[in-house]
């Protein structure tokens, strides 16, 4: 689900913080995304989220990795976002990191990018390779950074926006599709 307002803000930051922190991550907030996504249970509750920002060149994750200078970044200005915050509270994890992930997934197709760049988890980096089959490239090696060993990786998500047969994961999502008042 989409964050379209101050209380899933709150929520938002309530659930990425509370797993930074219990994985002693530095935390770092962002000025500005393109979207930002939570994982909702059948209950109702708030149990993930993620964010898509925009890649900038001379951003600090370039600082980890030659992100800047990668071929596939630098021929595609405009067509490349950062994938940030992707978090499940301990209790929750599963199901709501295929919803995550479909949001991406949504939110590249619906802005036309080709390509994120991450700073992506060993673990993490393993389930999106091997159990999601995400096209990706790993440019660098696992370093530690704000508390964590990370790898950075530029994930293919054009390939998986106009492939989604092949991702069986891939769900029909679309983050707005909550209903709102006419107006709202």
């Not at 900038?56 to 980890?64: A, C, D, P």
């Not at 090696?141 to 998500?157: A, H, M, N, S, W």
Request: with cysteine; proline share 6%; net charge negative.
């Amino acid at each position: 689900m989409r964050v379209d307002n101050e209380i899933m803000q709150a929520e938002f930051d309530r659930i990425w913080t509370t797993v930074w922190t219990e994985k002693g991550y530095e935390l770092e907030y962002s000025q500005h995304a393109l979207d930002r996504f939570v994982a909702v249970t059948p209950e109702g509750d708030i149990v993930g989220t993620s964010e898509i920002k925009p890649y900038h060149s001379t951003g600090s994750i370039n600082e980890i990795a030659p992100f800047a200078v990668h071929p596939k970044v630098r021929s595609n200005p405009g067509k490349v976002a950062e994938f940030d915050k992707m978090a499940v509270l301990k209790e929750h994890r599963g199901k709501p990191l295929v919803d995550l992930l479909s949001s991406a997934v949504y939110c590249a197709e619906q802005h036309g990018l080709r390509y994120y760049v991450s700073l992506l988890e060993p673990v993490l980096y393993r389930a999106f390779r091997i159990s999601f089959h995400i096209p990706m490239e790993k440019i660098g090696e696992k370093t530690f950074y704000k508390g964590d060993y990370v790898i950075p990786t530029i994930l293919d998500v054009e390939q998986v926006y106009r492939n989604k047969k092949r991702f069986d994961w891939l769900d029909s999502y679309v983050p707005s599709a909550k209903p709102q008042a006419a107006g709202v």
